[in-house]
C-alpha cells in the first residue's frame, strides 16, 4: 500500500503532490500579470499627462506667435494645435526661382526673430523639441520636357529642397538672439517634400498657390511605454 501510494503521489494522474505544485505557479502567474497591469496602467496615466502637457504648451506657443506675427503684420498661417507655420512661396522667391528675393529676406529678417523667440523663450516647449524642420512643398504642375509622373517628382523634390536650403541658411543672417545658436544648430534639419502633400480646395481640387511653400515644424520627442520603463528601442 505505501509503494502504491508513492507511485501515485509522483505520477501524472493528479497526486496531490502536483496539485500544490500548479496551484502554487498559477497563483505566481495571476500575481505577476497583476502587477505587470498595474505598472502598465501607472506607466500609461503618466504617458498620457506628459503628452496632454506638452500639447498644451505647443497650443500657447502656436497662439503667441500667431499673435506677435499679426501685431508685425507678417502673413504666415499658423496651425494653432501644432505651431506649424505655412509660409506663401511668393513671401519668398521670384516664379520659377529658389533664390530668396529682396521681399523673402525682408520677410524672413522679420519673421525668423519672433519664430525663434516664441521657441526658445519657453523652455518646457523646447527641451522637448528634437527638430526645427523647414520643409520645402511644390504644386503638382508639371515640368516642360517632362514626361513621367517619377521625373517630374523628382525635379520638383530637387526644387522643394532647394528652396528649404535657401530658408535655412539665411536663418542664421537674421537678425534674433544669436544666444540660440548653439540649439538652432543642434535641432534645424531640411527637407524637401515635392508635390507629395498638396494643399486642397474645399471641393478637394489642389489649390496651386497654396501648394507652393515653405514650412517650419517641430518634432517632439516621441513618448511611449519603452521611454516610461527606461529602455531604448532607438526612437527619440
Same mark, same amino acid.
Given at each position: 500500500? =505505501?509503494?502504491?501510494?508513492?507511485?501515485? =503521489? $509522483? =505520477?501524472?494522474?493528479?497526486?496531490?503532490?502536483?496539485?500544490?505544485?500548479?496551484?502554487?505557479?498559477?497563483?505566481? *502567474?495571476? =500575481?505577476?500579470?497583476?502587477?505587470?497591469?498595474?505598472?502598465?496602467?501607472?506607466?500609461?496615466?503618466?504617458?498620457?499627462q506628459e503628452t496632454v502637457e506638452l500639447q498644451q504648451n505647443q497650443?500657447?506657443?502656436?497662439?503667441? *506667435?500667431?499673435?506677435?506675427?499679426?501685431? %508685425?503684420?507678417?502673413? %504666415?498661417?499658423?496651425?494653432? +494645435?501644432?505651431?506649424?507655420?505655412?509660409?506663401?512661396?511668393?513671401?519668398?522667391?521670384?516664379?520659377g526661382s529658389y533664390t530668396l528675393s529682396p521681399k523673402g529676406k %525682408?520677410?524672413?529678417?522679420?519673421?525668423?526673430?519672433?519664430?525663434?523667440?516664441?521657441?526658445?523663450?519657453?523652455?518646457?516647449?523646447?527641451?522637448?523639441?528634437?527638430?526645427?524642420?523647414?520643409?520645402? $512643398?511644390?504644386?503638382?504642375?508639371?515640368? #516642360?520636357? +517632362?514626361?513621367?509622373?517619377?521625373?517630374?517628382?523628382?525635379?520638383?523634390?530637387?526644387?522643394?529642397?532647394?528652396?528649404?536650403?535657401?530658408?535655412?541658411?539665411?536663418?542664421? #543672417?537674421?537678425?534674433?538672439?544669436?544666444?540660440?545658436?548653439?540649439?538652432?544648430?543642434? *535641432?534645424?534639419?531640411?527637407?524637401?517634400?515635392?508635390?507629395?502633400?498638396?494643399?486642397?480646395?474645399?471641393?478637394? $481640387?489642389?489649390?496651386?498657390?497654396?501648394?507652393?511653400?515653405?514650412?517650419?515644424?517641430?518634432?517632439? #520627442?516621441?513618448?511611449?511605454?519603452?521611454?516610461?520603463?527606461?529602455?531604448?528601442?532607438?526612437?527619440?
Amino acid at each position: 500500500m =505505501g509503494i502504491r501510494a508513492g507511485k501515485s =503521489g $509522483h =505520477g501524472g494522474s493528479g497526486g496531490e503532490g502536483n496539485n500544490v505544485f500548479w496551484t502554487t505557479m498559477s497563483d505566481l *502567474m495571476l =500575481g505577476l500579470a497583476i502587477i505587470f497591469m498595474t505598472l502598465f496602467v501607472l506607466a500609461m496615466t503618466g504617458f498620457t499627462q506628459e503628452t496632454v502637457e506638452l500639447q498644451q504648451n505647443q497650443m500657447k506657443a502656436s497662439e503667441q *506667435m500667431a499673435e506677435k506675427l499679426q501685431e %508685425a503684420n507678417i502673413d %504666415a498661417e499658423v496651425d494653432k +494645435l501644432t505651431g506649424n507655420v505655412k509660409i506663401s512661396e511668393l513671401e519668398l522667391f521670384d516664379v520659377g526661382s529658389y533664390t530668396l528675393s529682396p521681399k523673402g529676406k %525682408a520677410y524672413l529678417d522679420k519673421f525668423v526673430p519672433i519664430y525663434l523667440e516664441t521657441i526658445f523663450t519657453n523652455p518646457s516647449l523646447y527641451e522637448n523639441i528634437v527638430n526645427i524642420i523647414v520643409q520645402g $512643398h511644390t504644386d503638382s504642375q508639371m515640368f #516642360k520636357g +517632362l514626361t513621367s509622373e517619377t521625373d517630374q517628382f523628382a525635379k520638383n523634390m530637387e526644387l522643394s529642397l532647394l528652396r528649404a536650403n535657401a530658408v535655412e541658411q539665411y536663418m542664421f #543672417k537674421t537678425p534674433y538672439n544669436k544666444e540660440y545658436n548653439e540649439k538652432l544648430t543642434k *535641432m534645424i534639419v531640411v527637407e524637401g517634400k515635392s508635390f507629395a502633400e498638396p494643399v486642397l480646395t474645399a471641393d478637394g $481640387h489642389e489649390d496651386y498657390t497654396k501648394s507652393r511653400r515653405v514650412e517650419l515644424k517641430v518634432r517632439v #520627442k516621441a513618448k511611449n511605454i519603452s521611454r516610461m520603463f527606461g529602455l531604448n528601442f532607438g526612437t527619440n
